[in-house]
């Protein structure tokens, strides 16, 4: 069975930086993708970034130059760097593992930017 475990969210200023971890454990096939998604109250879940295990990394247009996705290997661990922080990435931000058709997902760590 897959789990994973997300940490680091919380509160910060408008400007500031936060980094997200999520580790994963149980079942971990070598090629996977990882990635975050984000759901502000009243909408949508949307995609933020994805890292193949070739390290191959995408980002949505809206935090393209600001956060960072990054992960370790040996620790089935990724990372979310977020810097210049703005009000609207307040946010719920969940975790997503994914194995060949098969989606895992993180229980969600709250990050929330105040102007």
């Known amino acids: 069975q897959v789990q994973l475990v997300e940490s680091g969210g919380g509160l910060v200023q408008a400007g500031g930086s936060l980094r997200l971890s999520c580790a994963a454990s149980?079942?971990?096939?070598?090629?996977?993708?990882m990635g975050w998604y984000r759901q502000a109250p009243g909408k949508q879940r949307e995609f933020v970034a994805a890292?193949?295990?070739?390290?191959?990394?995408s980002y949505a247009d809206s935090v393209k130059g600001r956060f960072s996705i990054s992960r370790d290997a040996a620790k089935n661990t990724v990372y979310l760097q977020m810097n210049s922080l703005k009000p609207e990435d307040t946010a719920v931000y969940y975790c997503?593992?994914?194995?060949?058709?098969?989606?895992?997902w993180g229980q969600g760590t709250q990050v929330t930017v105040s102007s």
């Open positions: 890292i193949t295990s070739g390290g191959v990394t």
């Open positions: 997503k593992l994914l194995i060949r058709l098969t989606q895992y």
């Open positions: 149980g079942s971990i096939f070598s090629y996977n993708v």
